[in-house]
């Protein structure tokens, strides 16, 4: 690093003083800090000198900061300064804000020395400095420890050199699905500066709602805008209100959100969904679909049959509807969209049929690589780039186009090997919609889990690139959608603390990453954003358990883990609710029987967070071998085949590590009890969420052996047509004698008609074997 000290002075300082300071809790952590001793004092003297009048608006944020803090804000002062100067002079009790030129410093980097009696920034472009200035303003004492008006504030003595490791340090936004007003994305826009992330994805069309007001076509949003309920509860349940729901922004409202961005160095991303997510358009204009309506806005989640079809008409509209979005928003990417579109209509529309003929296509996916080449065309003509989701790849990409990596990492993968830019953000850490804990205490979410230090230990970079391919990964980003988030404090529930998470994958440098040290951070963040008012998720305060098999039969080893440095967990197996007196969770419990864990964290007689439980049901398959083929997806594989039999069902909610999911048409799981028993009952659980493409085997075979090799049928089940939620493929044995029983899921071959993805093969999802 540029050293901002003579070295003669800071050796003087060091020696001076006691006693090393903890390094201050900045949210991402800096490429480069070195902590001096000592403090600078700003008081309402202060003055803030920008070395460029362009600075004023930079300078102007730390002066708002400041503000509450001495009750009077210090002054902007502009002095004008040769940019390239080796090194600023520093005037005696101000903060110095100074753009260089010249420097090797990359476009959001800065450097930032506090001194004594002088605060010095300098970065190569304004972006550099904004973000020095979101580091002081992280260093602020909080309002509630020095109370309003003080004197003077301290800032420690330090030295730093930052820079971001991504490009793209992103967060999205669903507004479809839930509308929140100009203020509420001023407020998200504000979280995102505050960690120096750097794209806003504005999620502005589905089929709930259209929410961008677009001239030439009024009806988007009239029509478009608005839908006559919204689904709510359990997915399962499938229950609809009738409040008429919706909202949109207006241009002029986009204009000052965009400008609002930009002054926060924030570049907004916005996306209009294509070909499919698009009721709400059709909804307008109904002659934009296959089927040519009537349609309605969508009140339930999902994906829907009815799409645009990409016929001329349909291309010539969207093109008019992209040109005013890119007048709107100045950004390089403008999304596209391009995800989950059923191909259904389009195979028995004629238009597509006749337009497949024409331009030879050979089946509808490459007329949805059709459709997305033809944007792609037109936006690289007006200067800008599309980015879309990783369904994108599917029939071969357009050339300009990024790609947004969502289904797991291959599509990103995938797409950075044919050298195509790539934004991660895979389900598995970056959905901020997933439960963020156990289930039992948080808010109904979609499904998922995703905890914080999941979310934290994210490598953008997938393994197996090559250094050239790895260049192509542009950072990464996460996702709120909204089905499940009605509220803006909701929102800020699921958002925040992940995203800081987030933030500090995608600014710091890999090897300065350090689960301890953000947690530590991030505690003391906590007291910032109540002086924020963010309504954060404390849910890392709860214990995880995590299980899996032993060599002995017949046992579940249970592990307790929390995040680290926040306090001793603590556990009973009585039904009884753990105290600050009970067990102390050191070593794996070995468990062999049913019982109910209850479990939290405690920091002294203090309890921290919740007490969350694992309840376990054991039967004669609990603990034992069994063999799985294939594999589980690696997206629904969280717990891996031990899952099976750990005697844990999943509840109503689809939390990942109970449900394990597979997309074949057959699965077959071997069960080995050990030994010769009589068996009175087999059975086991499988998941129906029709419109997630998740559908009820359309039969189990169950049957058994001595062997492993000879199998006798016991019982095929057939699927209950009417199946919802969670239910057993069961079957009576009558005491029959088995070691082994072997349980063959068929799929449907594919999802019938009349459901989301018809014709595609479903997802098969099942939980826990019971053998009694
Ligand atoms: C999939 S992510 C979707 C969204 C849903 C989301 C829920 C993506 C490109 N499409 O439409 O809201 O899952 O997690």
Redesign the pocket.
Known sequence: MRYLFPLALTLLLSLTCFGQQAPPGIIPIPKVLTVDSGSFAIGRETSIIVGQKVLEQEGAFLQAALQPLLGSAPSIIHEDRTTGAADPRAVPGSILLLLKTGTALTPEAYELGIGRDHIILTAATPAGIFHGIQTIIQLLPNISSVGSGAPEVLLPCLSIADEPRFAWRGMHL?VC?HFFPVDFVKKYIDLLARYKMNRFHWHLT?DQGWRIEIKKYPKLTEVGGWRSGSQYGPYSQRTYDSTRYGGFYTQEQIREVVAYAKARHVTIVPEIEMPG?AMAALAAYPELGCTGGPYEVEKG?G?FDDVFCPKEATITFLQVVLTEVMDLFPSDYIHI????CPKTRWKSCANCQGLMKKEKLKDTDALQSYFIRRMDAFVTGKGRKIIG???ILEGGLAPNAAV?S??GIEGGTTAAQQKHDVVM?P?SHC?L??YQGDPAHEPLA???FTTVQKTYSYEPVPEGLTPEEAKHILGAQG?V???YILSPEHVEYMAVPRMLALAEVGWSPKEKRDEGSFIRRLEEEFAALDALKVNYSKSLYNVEFKTSGSKKRGQVNVELTSAPGLGEMRFTTDGSEPLHTSPKFDYTIEQRGSTTIKAAIFGGAQKLGNTTSLKLDFDKSTGCALTVEPRPDERYDDGGIFTLVNGVSAGEKRVNHEWLGWRHSRVTITVDLGSDQALQHAGIGSLTERTSWIHPPKNVTISTSSDGQNFTEAATILMEPSAQGRMEFGTDLGGKSARYVRFTANALPSIPEGFAGEGNLPWLFLDEVHIR
Do not use: K, P, Q
């Not at 969209?337 to 989950?340: L, R, S, T, V």
């Open positions: 669903d699905r589905d997510h989640w994906v969209g391009g995800d989950e989701w990783d369904e947004m969502w289904r953000s389900g959905y919609d997933h979609i499904g998922g996702n959608w909204t089905e």
